[in-house]
């Protein structure tokens, strides 16, 4: 398999790394640049447990190539929180016990940041719709909904994006 470099900016941090030709972005993630967050479920996009945002748009990176990110924008888990300050939604999430084993969270927790960044005064309808593609095994859905809305509220309150 051939290797080529990879340029992009993850977490707000310009990378390189050399990735396989046929390497997936989740790969190329935990493998090159050691960002283990993203979790492989299902390796065929159905779980959302490998969710990452690239260039603003919500992406399973089980499914993107990894030579597909040259000089694109990703956000996954590890950049979420401020150095110890979490993000509004880490912490609405722990507030509302929104986890059990944690396998999910990080997908649901990109996902959602994804949606607040395109709508931050959502309805219940619009987060459990945004959602229904990550996948938990563990819990219900209701506590993960309750805070999302909750952190939306937050992150309105405060002013600031998501």
């Known amino acids: 398999m051939s290797r080529v470099r990879v340029e992009a900016v993850v977490n707000g941090e310009p990378v390189d790394f050399l990735a396989g030709s046929g390497q997936s972005l989740l790969d190329a993630l935990r493998d090159e640049l050691h960002l283990t967050g993203s979790k492989?479920?299902?390796?065929?996009?159905?779980?959302?447990?490998?969710?990452?945002?690239?260039?603003?748009?919500?992406?399973?990176?089980?499914?993107?190539?990894?030579?597909?990110?040259?000089?694109?924008?990703?956000?996954?888990?590890?950049?979420?929180?401020?150095?110890?300050?979490?993000?509004?939604?880490?912490?609405?999430?722990?507030e509302h016990a929104a986890l059990?084993?944690?396998?999910?969270?990080?997908?649901?927790?990109?996902?959602?940041?994804?949606?607040?960044?395109?709508?931050?005064?959502?309805?219940e309808e619009e987060v459990r719709y945004w959602l229904a593609g990550n996948m938990c095994r563990c819990t219900g859905y209701d506590k993960v909904i309750r805070a999302v809305l909750a952190a939306a509220a937050d992150l309105r309150q405060e002013g600031q994006p998501a």
């Open 40 to 94: 492989e479920g299902c390796g065929t996009g159905d779980c959302g447990a490998c969710s990452v945002i690239v260039d603003g748009r919500l992406v399973c990176s089980c499914l993107m190539l990894a030579p597909e990110a040259e000089g694109r924008r990703i956000e996954t888990i590890e950049g979420m929180a401020e150095g110890s300050n979490l993000h509004p939604l880490q912490h609405q999430f722990l």
């Open 100 to 123: 059990q084993c944690g396998f999910c969270t990080p997908g649901l927790l990109v996902a959602a940041k994804a949606l607040l960044d395109k709508n931050p005064n959502p309805t």
